[in-house]
Each structure stands twice: as C-alpha cells, then as structure tokens.
C-alpha cells in the first residue's frame, strides 16, 4: 500500500520569501504525484501533478514541484511567497488505477 | 462552467440520526468518488463509482455507511446511525476517467457534518 508523510503540520513564511513544503512517498510501484490546495470552507484544487516524463513539474499559482524517485520525494516550492498563498496543501499520491492517498497537510502562514 | 456541487454545505444531527449527503458532479464526468477528512487530516477515501457501479467501496469505516449512484450522475452518501466520529467533512469529486490515465479529480466544497 502506498502512504504519504508531509514534513511539518505548519510552515511560516514572510511574504517574498521561499516557500518549501516538503512531501515523501512510500509506493512499491512508480506513483503518480500530486499537489492539492485547500482555502478554507472550500474544496481542493489541483495544484500539479506527476505522472511520466518531466520530472520537473509546473503548477498554477507559481509554483513547482521536484520528482525525485531516489530520495521518494515530491516537494513543492515557489520562489516567492504571496499573501494569497496561505491555504493547506495536501501531498497525494496514486498507484495505477487506485485512489488517492493524502498526506496529513501542511498549513503555509505568510506574513507580511 | 459548474463544478461539483455538494448539499447542504452544513449539517447537524443528533446522535442516532440517519443523514444524507448530496453530491452533483461535473457535467458528463464518469468517475465520483467520496473522501472523508477528519478535523487536522487529510482525506481519506471512502468510495468509488464509475457510472452507477460502485467498484470500490473499501473505505467504507462501517455497514452504517452507504453510497449510490442509480443514474450515474447525481450520488447520495447515507450514514445510518450517526456516531459522534462520524463528525468530519465528507467531500465529494468527480473525475473523466475511466480507467486510464489518472484525470484531475475535481472536488466539490464539502459537508460539514457534526454529530452531537
């Protein structure tokens, strides 16, 4: 069975700064990746995804997500932190045709 | 266009109650499945349809949990009984796939359930 850890129930940023949240993965086959944001009272959106190819993933938002299948890791990064960033962001992950598994969440604060 | 639709956005019931949750999904999407998320969690799944079969109903916590899809569109998500851990959010997505590449799954806003 496949599981996702996310690293830090929390992660306070100034505006401007990096932006790191950090995402591991145990799967016994190549998973398909995904990073979902969740603003409050509403429902996930896709923020990208992993699936072939790039390992180098583009999302909406600015932000960018690293497959790297020697350390099971799947982070997500933007180089500059905005105000509207702050929001939960769950790390998930999917084997072939099963469903998605989620991470516990991580919750970005951004300060001005 | 509309996204996936979900009601009521807010539910209370005594403990003992029977609820159920409405999800309507994104036009022509043939795949909805159900998420519960506990307060602090991430979602886990719950159960999976693919037109109006239910292929995969393993997360399903107990036999007082019960899904439908008749017509392959509209879904309904019952819980008989309702226990104080019923108490989360249960949402609901839809997705085009049918078995292959894995399709974005759009989620709707959810049902707060709150059991007391």
């Known amino acids: 069975a496949q599981s996702v850890t996310q690293l830090g129930s929390h992660v306070s940023v100034s505006e401007g700064a990096l932006v790191l949240l950090r995402c591991n993965y145990s799967s016994s086959v190549p998973p398909y990746l995904f990073w979902y944001v969740q603003y409050p009272n509403q429902g996930l959106q896709l923020l990208l995804k992993y699936t072939t190819g790039a390992t180098l993933v583009k999302g909406i938002n600015g932000f960018e997500a690293e497959f790297k299948k020697s350390e099971t890791s799947f982070h997500l990064t933007k180089p500059s932190a905005h105000m509207s960033d702050a929001a939960e962001y769950f790390c998930a992950v999917r084997v072939g045709y099963s469903t998605l598994t989620f991470g516990k969440g991580t919750m970005l604060l951004v300060s001005p | 266009g509309a996204g996936v639709s979900q009601s009521p956005r807010y539910k209370v019931a005594k403990r003992g109650q029977d609820v159920a949750l409405r999800c309507d999904p994104i036009?022509?999407?043939?795949?909805l499945f159900w998420y519960q998320q506990a307060l602090g969690q991430g979602p886990e799944f719950l159960t999976y349809?693919?037109?109006?079969?239910?292929?995969?109903k393993s997360g399903l916590p107990s036999d007082r949990f019960f899904a439908e899809r008749p017509e392959g569109s509209v879904s309904t998500l019952k819980i008989q009984r309702t226990q104080q851990e019923d108490s989360a959010v249960y949402l609901c997505a839809s997705s085009f796939e049918q078995g292959g590449l894995p399709y974005e799954q759009y989620f709707g806003p959810g049902t707060r359930l709150t059991v007391t």
């Open positions: 349809f693919q037109n109006e079969a239910q292929l995969d």
């Open positions: 036009s022509g999407h043939v795949s």
